[in-house]
């Protein structure tokens, strides 16, 4: 891949912003809170409701979109060497590094490197006029995150993904504190694995109120809950997103239930 920035990239990134009318990074303060289940789901829900949308990977050594995505689309490259994001449907274009190099293949770069392809993924790719480009952050505090809102600039704000545990919510206010100091605005909370619903009774596997006492604290909406579902985490192994292959579920509602209020808070 190359990474040469010759023809001026700050103005590539610039002509980006003119064509994509909302920036929504999502971020979690840890591993495996189902933050990149939350941006496929969000992604999709968003555009079968008629918004075009751009998913970009940003999880360079751990990118789990184009599994959850099914992973038949593939991006190309035009006479120009502009990459042409993969379709995955008539509203929804994606791109993950994971496309571009041999599967199970280990990214080993610095953060340099990290950094101009973050770089390249969005001044030299063919996005096109989107309603919504939709950042999948790695977890934490690193280098992907930190080039990301120093090539883009401000964001339309930042979802915070947490499950309802304490240790969840310590590593969600350093991020949390993190996205303050890149002068980003946290837009709101998603609660996933929230609760589950075992026949009439509701239970709370990792606690209960979590999302609740962040948002009080830092004065944000939750804007989500996502309940637990065996069933919904087999079909993102599968490659089935939830939102397109679990319909009528209250998972697949509540993901609905998020797009709608993620797309009322940025057109407020």
């Keep these: 891949m190359s990474t040469n920035f010759s023809l001026n990239p700050d103005q590539k990134i610039a002509d980006l912003k003119e064509h994509v009318k909302h920036f929504i990074a999502v971020l979690s303060g840890k591993g495996g809170v ?15 409701s008629g918004y075009k949308v751009g998913l970009l990977d940003v999880d360079i050594h751990g990118p789990d979109i ?44 610095r953060g340099p490197l990290k950094h101009s392809a973050i770089k390249q993924f969005l001044g030299d790719t063919k996005w096109g006029e989107l309603d919504f480009m ?14 990301l809102f120093q090539t883009i600039g401000q964001t339309d704000g930042v979802l915070m993904v947490t499950t309802p545990q304490k240790v969840a919510l310590d590593d969600v206010r350093r991020a949390i504190e993190f996205v303050k100091a890149m002068n980003q605005k946290v837009l ?13 009774e509701v239970v709370y596997p990792f606690g209960r109120g979590g999302a609740d006492l962040l948002a009080q604290e830092y004065g944000v909406p939750v804007l989500g809950r996502i309940p637990m579902d065996p069933k919904a985490l ?5 490659g089935k997103p939830i939102t397109l292959y679990y319909r009528g579920s209250e998972v697949e509602k509540a993901f609905r239930e998020l797009a709608e209020n993620v797309a009322k808070a940025v057109e407020k």
């Design 34 to 48: 189902g933050k990149t289940t939350v941006a496929v789901n969000l992604a999709t829900a968003l555009a079968e």
């Design 66 to 109: 184009v599994r959850m995505l099914g992973g038949n689309a593939l991006p190309a490259v035009d006479e120009d060497e502009k990459i042409i994001p993969a379709e995955v449907l008539p509203n929804l274009k994606a791109l993950s590094i994971s496309m571009m190099v041999e599967e199970g293949k280990p990214i080993i770069w």
């Design 134 to 147: 939709i950042f999948d952050l790695p977890p934490g505090t690193g280098d992907e995150a930190l080039s």
């Design 188 to 200: 709101g909370i998603v609660e996933n694995m929230s609760y589950m619903r075992c026949k009439d």
């Design 234 to 238: 087999e079909l993102l192994d599968e």
